[in-house]
């Protein structure tokens, strides 16, 4: 075996590759930065050709949740009491609005995960959905046991085959539903009974419907494809989002898109109302902790400096009305707006806002306020097309 295609070489050339090769044009991000931000490593595995101008990146991290929400999270799903997760892990989960479509089934695949994939729903420490069906992709960062998964996923009827020094599991043609097959106990596609590629790399899985996208992870894997980290847009903003000058907590939870995402949904092209901002490029919504304080940022992607300056005071305004609807139990404090260059001569505007969690919705009421309440409001609206900041 060359040293290339042994897994203990990949492990070292990617902690290398993550520590001190990734040079990234015009970002600026060092490898201080990258070695200990998760969200830079998801970042440096997620193929940029999945994004294309229609489709999204969906990102959440696990540990950083739990610690926002000071979680003790079990060893295994089996911890709880009769497999039901208790009330504090359902409460932390309602802040959840970005990761991937799985999380949708958390319930369903706690329990069923060992036995149908190989590995445990606490084994997850990072997930995150990239693209558009059908060129939609799905990435677990974690430590994940290969003899595990093998056994789980050849009794399910799944092939196994070595792919340019990776193990894959595959089933079906590309892009195939299979009812029959259906298995809601599997994160990879399996409520749907679709067909899946899943790919063991060191310190993640990367999984796909299709052999395009599979390979397109292979790509940036063996650095012969561009990742969203090397993008110069996905690249500045994950450098403003891991500015450690700014920022002492990592990113709980983000979701990055084109501004021409929004016209995916038919006849919902939205105009927005009063004065007109100038066009993004690309956008996005934060959510991390900062102690006792819940903070959402919302990160537009410009051709100049100076359209994110005139933007500036319109999207902000738009901001502060949207977000004055929500009733958080508390007064939301407004940052100032901050702006970063980017490359050949683009900017990043950051709108940023923070408050506490005020669990208690009114005097002896036993149900909780969400957590992360404003940022699902802007999530959920931006779903719907319906988040002013980002209209026209």
Do not use: C
């Not at 997760?85 to 799985?102: L, Q, S």
Request: net charge negative; glycine share 8%.
């Amino acid at each position: 075996m060359s040293p290339r295609k042994n897994p203990l070489f990949r492990i070292l050339f990617l902690r290398l590759f993550l520590l001190g090769m990734v040079i990234l044009s015009g970002t600026g991000i060092s490898a201080a930065q990258i070695a200990p931000d998760p969200l830079l490593e998801i970042l440096a595995r997620s193929p940029s050709a999945l994004m294309g101008d229609k489709g999204m990146f969906s990102y959440l991290n696990f540990r950083a949740l739990e610690e926002a929400q000071k979680y003790v999270r079990p060893l295994t799903w089996s911890t709880f009491s009769e497999g039901k997760p208790d009330a504090d892990w359902r409460t932390m989960m309602m802040r959840v609005r970005a990761g991937g479509e799985f999380l949708t089934y958390a319930a369903v695949l706690g329990p069923a995960m060992p036995t149908t994939v190989g590995f445990d729903w606490f084994d997850i420490q990072q997930a995150a959905e990239i693209g558009t069906p059908p060129m939609v992709g799905m990435l677990f960062g974690g430590i994940f046991g290969p003899d595990a998964m093998d056994k789980a996923l050849k009794a399910r009827g799944f092939e196994a085959q070595a792919r340019e020094g990776i193990t894959v599991w595959h089933r079906f043609e590309d892009n195939k539903l299979s009812v029959k097959d259906r298995e809601p106990g599997d994160p990879f596609g399996g409520n749907l009974g679709i067909s899946a590629r899943i790919g063991y790399f060191p310190l993640h899985i990367a999984n796909g419907r299709s052999w395009a996208v599979f390979d397109a992870f292979l790509g940036v894997y063996q650095d012969t494809a561009e990742s969203m980290l090397r993008h110069p847009s996905y690249g500045l903003i994950a450098k403003v989002l891991t500015d450690p000058e700014v920022y002492a907590q990592p990113v709980i939870q983000l979701i990055i898109l084109p501004q021409s995402w929004l016209a995916r949904l038919p006849n919902q092209q939205p105009t927005g109302e009063g004065e007109k901002a100038p066009p993004y490029l690309y956008a996005g919504l934060a959510d991390r902790q900062e102690g006792d304080l819940q903070r959402h940022e919302l990160i537009l992607v410009y051709q100049t400096a100076a359209e994110a300056n005139t933007a500036a005071p319109i999207i902000e305004d738009r901001l502060k009305e949207i977000s004055g609807m929500v009733d958080a139990g508390v007064p939301i404090e407004f940052l100032p707006p901050r702006i970063a260059a980017g490359e050949n001569g683009t900017a990043v505007l950051i709108l940023s806002v923070r408050y506490p969690w005020v669990q208690e919705v009114s005097a002896g009421d036993p149900l909780k306020r969400q957590p992360g309440l404003l940022f699902s409001v802007w999530v959920n609206r931006v779903y719907r097309a319906e988040f002013p900041p980002l209209m026209r």
